[in-house]
T-cell receptor, first 118, second 109 residues
Framework: GAVVSQHPSRVICKSGTSVKIECRSLDFQATTMFWYRQFPKQSLMLMATSNEGSKATYEQGVEKDKFLINHASLTLSTLTVTSAHPEDSSFYIC??????????????FGPGTRLTVL | GENVEQHPSTLSVQEGDSAVIKCTYSDSASNYFPWYKQELGKRPQLIIDIRSNVGEKKDQRIAVTLNKTAKHFSLHITETQPEDSAVYFCAASKNDMRFGAGTRLTVKP
C-alpha cells in the first residue's frame, strides 16, 4: 500500500513553455502532498505543501506564480512550471502522507520527474 | 524553521567496516526522524526511522540513535557491503520535512 506515482517521468521542453507534472496517490487518499526539487548532487528542497481544496503553502524563495500547484482531489496534485527556463531544469519529486499506512509524519515519495529545459 | 545539518558529506569505508552518519536539527518540536537511501535518478527509499519518544532503533545491520536534548541523531550501518554504496539523507519532521545535505557512502570491496 501507500504507492505514489508521478507523470511524466521525464520531460524535455523549450525555454518559455509550461510543463505540468502530476502526482497521484494510487491506493490511499492524501489530503496533504509535498513538492520537492532536487538539483544534481544536492539535497531535496521543499518547494511547497499542497493541501486538497485549498491554496498551497510555498516555501520562502519559491515563486508561487511560476510554480502553480493544484490539489483538486484527494488523489491528485499537479505542479505546473510556467515559462520554464534552463535554470528550472531539475528533478521534481512529490510525496504524500498516509496516516493509515505509516505514522502521522511518514511520507511516501513518487518516482520523480526529470525536467530538462533547453 | 527547521534546519538540518548532516556530516560527513562523503564517507568511504572498507567492506565489512561500520559507517556512521550524523545529523543535527534545530527545531525541538520535530518529532520524526527518517533516514533515506537514494540511488541516482531514483526516489528516496526509507531505510529506518525513529520518533522522538524513542532513543534507539535497530533493524538488522542498520541502527539509528536519537539524542533529543542535544538535538542530534545518527545512522549506524554495520558490516557494510558494496551494495550499501549510495547517497544517504537524514530528515527531521513535525508537519513538513527538512532534509540534510546528504552523505555519499562508498563501500570498497
Amino acid at each position: 500500500g501507500a504507492v505514489v506515482s508521478q507523470h511524466p517521468s521525464r520531460v524535455i521542453c523549450k525555454s518559455g513553455t509550461s510543463v505540468k507534472i502530476e502526482c497521484r496517490s494510487l491506493d490511499f487518499q492524501a489530503t496533504t502532498m509535498f513538492w520537492y526539487r532536487q538539483f544534481p548532487k544536492q539535497s531535496l528542497m521543499l518547494m511547497a505543501t499542497s493541501n486538497e481544496g485549498s491554496k498551497a503553502t510555498y516555501e520562502q524563495g519559491v515563486e508561487k506564480d511560476k510554480f502553480l500547484i493544484n490539489h483538486a482531489s484527494l488523489t491528485l496534485s499537479t505542479l505546473t512550471v510556467t515559462s520554464a527556463h534552463p535554470e528550472d531544469s531539475s528533478f521534481y519529486i512529490c510525496s504524500a502522507r498516509d496516516p493509515l499506512a505509516g505514522g502521522p509524519n511518514e511520507q511516501f515519495f513518487g518516482p520523480g520527474t526529470r525536467l530538462t529545459v533547453l | 524553521g527547521e534546519n538540518v545539518e548532516q556530516h560527513p558529506s562523503t564517507l568511504s569505508v572498507q567492506e565489512g567496516d561500520s559507517a556512521v552518519i550524523k545529523c543535527t536539527y534545530s527545531d525541538s518540536a520535530s518529532n520524526y526522524f527518517p533516514w533515506y537511501k537514494q540511488e541516482l535518478g531514483k526516489r528516496p527509499q526509507l531505510i529506518i526511522d525513529i520518533r522522538s519518544n524513542v532513543g534507539e532503533k535497530k533493524d538488522q545491520r542498520i541502527a539509528v540513535t536519537l539524542n533529543k536534548t542535544a538535538k542530534h541523531f545518527s545512522l549506524h550501518i554495520t558490516e557494510t557491503q558494496p551494495e550499501d554504496s549510495a547517497v544517504y539523507f537524514c530528515a527531521a519532521s513535525k508537519n513538513d520535512m527538512r532534509f540534510g545535505a546528504g552523505t555519499r557512502l562508498t563501500v570498497k570491496p
